[in-house]
């Protein structure tokens, strides 16, 4: 069992799902299928990829900056 960082944004109709660590990306047209969309995009990524995976990804660092705008 592993676990993945998953980014999921609304944009425009669509929930858009990424998956930072392997470059996966899915949508849903609400969270919970975004979410049940990436997670079978994962799962078929590593399924047909796997074995290249490295055992242990590093976790990227997630943060928020201020930036002022007019």
Known sequence: M?????SIQKEDKFY??????LGVTSQGKN???????????????IESFGEDLPREIPK???T???????
Request: overall charge negative; proline content about 6%.
């Open 2 to 6: 592993r676990t993945f960082l998953v």
């Open 16 to 21: 858009v799902a990424r998956c930072p660590e």
């Open 31 to 45: 969270i919970e299928e975004a979410q049940a969309n990436i997670k079978e995009a994962i799962e078929l990524y």
């Open 60 to 62: 990227p660092l997630w």
């Open 64 to 70: 928020t900056i201020e930036v002022a705008h007019a």
